[in-house]
């Protein structure tokens, strides 16, 4: 599968900053709402190191590319027009807004921290940035109930045939969200309502409603304007709000990412997206060199602009996502180097998935699987592990 993360969040709040920073693309920045109409998608990287040095091998990457050991792995990043309070009930982009965003396996939040952009978007002071979070998981749960809510109906118009089960039903009405009746189950057993939805009350299904949407819409929040001494005082009072606790904070400044990147291009500094730390290369004036030590102070002290760091985080602590190599067991590189690929692939996944994800003969045909690093035989159940380098035998 290729993973594709939603960027989302309110109007203004820097969320295309932030998106043209990752993919170094150019969509429209506005502090006013709806400078994002349609849904934009651009090729952004995780980092994952590389394994060819572990193998005396120079790595010759067929996507991406490789920096110092570093492989730069794409990923697909997809800029979600702005949203608003109401948009489940169609307002703003509403119903267009919610079927981009469907298309997401796990979304960066963008949220400004400094306060300065209302529930609308609209320029303000003292916001809370809380309202932004809260909003967009309402929106989302409220969604996900409508959705829910169809699904009971379908049970008891007695549609479902011969299976009787909820969950059935549940997950058919609700497959678009890339759920199914196992998932279902559990999460209605973890809520201890009863299978039995006659019995629900409101809150029960607001709550299994919300608790699939946790699962299968996981969020992350990217703390944007973290430069501004307002926004550092907001994040310590939200991360330590028990009511945050099931959400993944990411202090970021868009605007630093892209100001690096830009000077990197030009010359300027030498820089590695994602690093806590650059050189200055290029002449400079004395007005640039303070803005660029104004950055250099905020990436040491959260160790990056945020930017990298969010979307590795949506990726590899959120989905649990692993990257695995492609490899040959007797070490020896073809013309084009061993270590052309690297695929990301889910948690979980074994030697046949991984064979499959190649290509569908190579999985028709799986034998087994070799563990490049022991050069020990593995079956085609064996589970993989982050940065494994596997050989797949197959007879096709």
Known sequence: ???????????????????????????????????????SIGEAYVRVECAAPEFDESCTPSVGYCDDGMRFVPVKLVDVAGLIPGAHEGKGLGNQFLTDLNEADVLVHVVDFSGETDIEGEATEGH???????F??????????????????????????????????LAEQMSAFKTNKDEIKQ?????????????????????????????TKPIIIAAN?????????????????????????????????????????????EYRPGADDFDIVGDVSGEQEAGL???????NEYGGTGVQQSLEKALFDVMGAIAIF???????????????????????????????HLHSDIGDGLLHGIDCHSKRQIGSDHELGHRDVVEIISTN
Request: hydrophobic share 35%; net charge negative; charged share 35%.
């Open 136 to 169: 967009l998981e309402d929106e989302l749960d409220m969604w996900y109930l409508g959705v829910l809510e169809k699904g009971i109906e379908r049970y008891r118009s007695g549609y479902h045939g011969e299976e009787k089960d909820i969950e059935v039903d």
């Open 1 to 39: 599968m290729s993973y594709k993360i939603g960027l989302v969040g309110k109007p203004s709040v820097g969320k295309s900053s932030f998106f043209n920073a990752a993919t170094m693309n150019d969509v429209p920045e506005g502090a006013y709402p709806f400078t994002t109409i349609d849904p």
């Open 293 to 299: 030590e104004q950055i250099r102070a905020f990436i």
């Open 225 to 269: 304007k973290m430069d501004k001494p307002v926004s550092q005082e907001n994040f310590e009072e939200i991360t330590a709000d028990p009511a945050y606790d099931h959400l993944t904070f990411t202090p970021t400044s868009a605007h630093a990412e892209k100001a690096l990147k830009n000077a990197d291009e030009g010359g300027v500094v």
């Open 326 to 356: 492609p490899g040959s067991a007797n070490g020896k590189s073809d013309s084009q180097g061993v270590f052309r690929d690297c695929f990301i692939l889910p948690d979980g996944s074994t030697t046949e998935d991984f064979a499959y």
């Open 128 to 134: 809370d940035p809380r309202e932004d979070i809260d």
């Open 187 to 215: 999460v209605i057993l973890s809520l201890d309502i009863g299978l039995d939805p006659d019995e629900w009350e409101d809150e029960d299904k607001e709550a299994l409603a919300r608790e699939i949407r946790k699962r």
